[in-house]
């Protein structure tokens, strides 16, 4: 069975800081997704990683993939209110696995 | 393109009664899933087709639920009877196959209906 881990869960940050947010793996695969959801939203596609050693930068957001660590990473660059949302990295194997989601939640 | 459509948006029943949810893919593409969103569960797939056909529907929680896609174009999940448990945001999103196998492009999620059964 495959698991998607995130962590953190929940993570408070104040404006212009960086963070990063972990979403591990536990079987091969060479395709993941991130997604954001604002709360009562639906889920908005950021980014799809598509081989090992992938990066993708939109804005203050940027994620890569590590197919042999079976690890992909975001990472939150002077972060702004606006970032405020749950983080879901998913993985494609056969079907879509989500992980449980990152609460973000960027304060003054 | 609108996007994938789904309705009702919200929907408010009573235990016992049946509910339908609806869902129209985004045209020309031929994968369609159904997920449910809880916050004890998370996001967990109930089931998927490929061009109307049912793949996978090992997600199905009991035979309370089905699903059926008539066409390309018209998805409906059924819950009968539906049960206070089954409250949660069902999500229909859909995709298109890429070229390489067991892969598909990214998901595109409808804005979901939010279902309170009482």
């Known amino acids: 069975e495959l698991k998607v881990e995130q962590n953190p869960l929940f993570l408070s940050m104040q404006e212009g800081k960086n963070y990063t947010i972990y979403c591990n793996y536990s079987?091969?695969?060479?395709?993941l997704y991130w997604y954001r959801q604002d709360p009562g939203k639906s889920l908005e596609s950021l980014f799809v990683?598509?081989?090992?050693?992938a990066v993708k930068q939109e804005g203050r957001l940027m994620a890569s993939l590590d197919t042999k660590a079976r690890l992909s990473t975001l990472h939150i660059t002077a972060a702004v209110h606006d970032l405020s949302a749950t983080y879901f990295c998913?993985?494609?194997?056969?079907?879509?696995?989500f992980g449980k989601g990152t609460m973000l939640l960027v304060s003054p | 393109d609108a996007g994938v459509i789904q309705s009702p948006r919200h929907e408010v029943t009573e235990m016992g009664q049946e509910v339908t949810l609806r869902c129209k893919p985004i045209?020309?593409?031929?994968?369609l899933f159904w997920y449910r969103q809880t916050m004890m569960r998370g996001l967990e797939l109930l089931i998927y087709?490929?061009?109307?056909?049912?793949?996978?529907d090992s997600g199905m929680p009991e035979d309370r639920f089905s699903a059926k896609m008539p066409n390309a174009s018209f998805s409906t999940l059924k819950i009968q009877p539906s049960e206070p448990r089954d409250s949660a945001v069902y999500f229909c999103?859909?995709?298109?196959?890429?070229?390489?196998?067991?892969?598909?492009?990214?998901?595109?999620f409808g804005p979901g209906t939010r279902l309170l059964v009482l």
């Open positions: 079987t091969t695969s060479d395709r």
């Open positions: 990683l598509l081989s090992n050693g």
């Open positions: 998913a993985v494609d194997f056969i079907t879509l696995t």
């Open positions: 045209s020309g593409h031929d994968y």
């Open positions: 087709f490929n061009n109307n056909v049912p793949i996978d």
């Open positions: 999103a859909s995709s298109l196959l890429a070229a390489a196998p067991q892969s598909r492009e990214t998901q595109y």
